[in-house]
């Protein structure tokens, strides 16, 4: 039996570098989150953690820290998964210590989709407009005589 989940396992393992090694992918800037957390069992935390992207509006990967003062174990480390919201993060992760669901959520350090500082996008379009440009002028005809330059004689 062993064997065969060494085999299934170095296959898996063979797979995942051979994909990865084949596959562009988009690296996000990573950003931080610090907040407060719950667990299940009703400890109250606060919470420090890295979250993989900085991006408004995507998914995230949470690895981070977390004291809870009045709890028996007062140090976990946990793993989740989260969604960054315009500079708030509620994360739902496993703390490795507690062998717990943790409840978090915190201000963290997202940037907007669009903007230049997360290296996608346009650049920031300048503040001053540029000024007109004039084609062509035209200048209203003059009177050197009065009116009978404008209206020619029959003589």
């Known amino acids: 039996m062993s064997i065969k989940?060494?085999?299934w396992i170095k296959q898996?393992?063979?797979f995942v570098a051979t994909s990865?090694?084949?596959v562009s992918v988009s690296v996000?800037?990573?950003t931080y989150m610090i907040g407060v957390n719950i667990s299940l069992s009703g400890d109250v935390g606060v919470t420090a953690k890295l979250l993989h992207d900085d991006r408004k509006?995507?998914?995230?990967?949470?690895?981070?820290a977390?004291?809870?003062?009045?709890?028996?174990?007062?140090?976990d480390v946990d793993l989740g998964v989260g969604y960054n919201f315009d500079h708030v993060t509620?994360?739902?992760?496993?703390?490795?210590?507690?062998?717990?669901?943790?409840?978090?959520?915190?201000?963290s350090g997202t940037d907007d989709p669009?903007?230049?500082?997360?290296?996608?996008?346009?650049?920031?379009?300048?503040?001053?407009?540029?000024?007109?440009?004039?084609?062509?002028?035209?200048?209203?005809?003059?009177f050197t005589d009065g009116p009978s330059d404008a209206f020619p004689s029959g003589t």
């Open 90 to 107: 509620p994360v739902v992760s496993w703390g490795v210590f507690k062998s717990d669901v943790l409840f978090n959520i915190g201000y």
């Open 57 to 64: 509006g995507s998914v995230v990967a949470a690895f981070g």
């Open 20 to 22: 990865t090694s084949t």
């Open 28 to 30: 996000a800037d990573p």
């Open 12 to 14: 898996l393992l063979m």
């Open 5 to 7: 989940r060494s085999t």
């Open 66 to 75: 977390s004291y809870f003062p009045f709890a028996e174990e007062q140090f």
């Open 114 to 142: 669009g903007s230049s500082a997360s290296g996608s996008g346009s650049p920031t379009p300048s503040l001053d407009p540029a000024p007109p440009v004039l084609d062509t002028i035209t200048i209203p005809p003059t």
